[in-house]
């Protein structure tokens, strides 16, 4: 399963994420962006149970103009929507084996 | 066995290729952290990754602070001293500011443009061939540079211990003090100190004509709120903190050389000449999130310049701290040592624009001028689904499909 990475500069939010993967292995960081104001990100494996939630949070931050940014092999995901972690969570299924003959 | 924390976020925020880090290299400079972390009493640890995002930073994971160095920035800022050090005109730094903004874009998912991007540096790579011009200056350019990258880093470790490094601390409020007072001089001091300046100063433009530049710009007020900016940079807590992060690091930089019997004037220039690297690389980074409109009150320019201009007092200040250990006591002669000192960073400053900040801007103002990267990066994007589509394949290459044949361009990713 992949790792993903939400940055989030309001730290209710980042707690919420975090504690949305609660009882799994999210855990939350703190860096300083660049105009000083601290920005959470929390990394967290992402199952398809965790999709919904993380879409909420994420939206809402938009939505209200607050810092996001959502990253998954270091590449940033733009647009975030069911859809597209749906297709993340597939692509990064290991190819099935074939049947031995 | 799972992987630590803090390889879960280096996995998760950065696109990074494990097996090309070269720990060994560092070695030395991450004991040093190390050992003065433990003399300080903060728990700092290092990471060294090799990724495509070109990022230095640092991240509080639990009770420790992760320090992450990218050795990848250090390979980018070789190749500009190569270009420093060998080219004549910025036509070579245009060529590989596309191969990095190339990478940029595919970062932040804006793969169509980064294909564009990609292809122009494909085409042009040839300008980047080396000549091997003073490969010893470049190495000391280099290595100079990763250090001070490395140790400014770690400052920010350090900075929120306020009972630590006082001395540092002190010489930010000079620097800060003397900056504000020369960006709070009166017109008529401004151009007399015009008048008075040494070539170098004004980048050997014709004296006169400058002189009835500035002058036209203050009457006019056209600069006024880039000059505000300053100010406003200069009164901001962030920037002091950068700044102290830059006198820390440029003062174990100066240690270090002291203490190897090195060239310390070649160590200081190199410091100088690296942080105009790191603000083309910086600008360039910003790229995704830049508008054609420049607002002054956020854009980096001024932040950085006035950093820069810290710096450069600090480098003078170490100079003349280097005079006075050689046993040079003649005050008249360590002024004009240090005054000659200051000339050379302003040629350094100069060839600088010449051979690689005015690539950055180049690049990037053509490119965001009236969405004109969107423009070039579907015509481009039409084309190469065409070509693929001339061969056996019938469906669309997807989006990461088209991030893989921009980096597979670059040269970061291989078949």
Redesign the interface.
Known sequence: MP???I?IAERAAATELEALAQGS?A?L????G???VALF?V?LTLTPVLVGGIVKIVQAQIKAKKHVHV????????GVSEEALIRILK?SLPPSKKRKK | MSASPVDRYIDATRLHLRGRVQQHYYAESVKRIRDLAAHFGVAVDVKIVYSLSRRVEHVKIGEVLWLVYDQYMGQSVNLLNRLFVEAADIEPAIVYFHKVLAERLVEVSMVDEAIHCALVYRNGRDALMGRAVDERWRAVLTSTHERFMLFHEFGHCLYGQPQILSHVREQVEQLIEHQIASKTRTPSQILADVRSAPPAAIHHQDPQAFYKDTQRRLESGEDLKFHAALLASLADEQIRQEIFCDVFAADLVWTETALNGLNRVETLRAVYIGFYHLQALEYLRRFPYLSSQVDWSTDNTPRMQVRSHCLRWHLVFLFQASLIEDGVKDKAEIEAAASAFDIQLMEDQKKCYETVNDGAMNVCDSLRREGYIRKLGEATAREIEATVRKGKRARRLSETEFGQVALLMTGWASR
Do not use: H, L, P, Y
């Open positions: 790792q993903i990475a940055e292995d855990f960081s703190e860096r300083q660049m105009d000083g990100t990394i990253k998954v092999r270091g590449i940033e995901i733009r692509t």
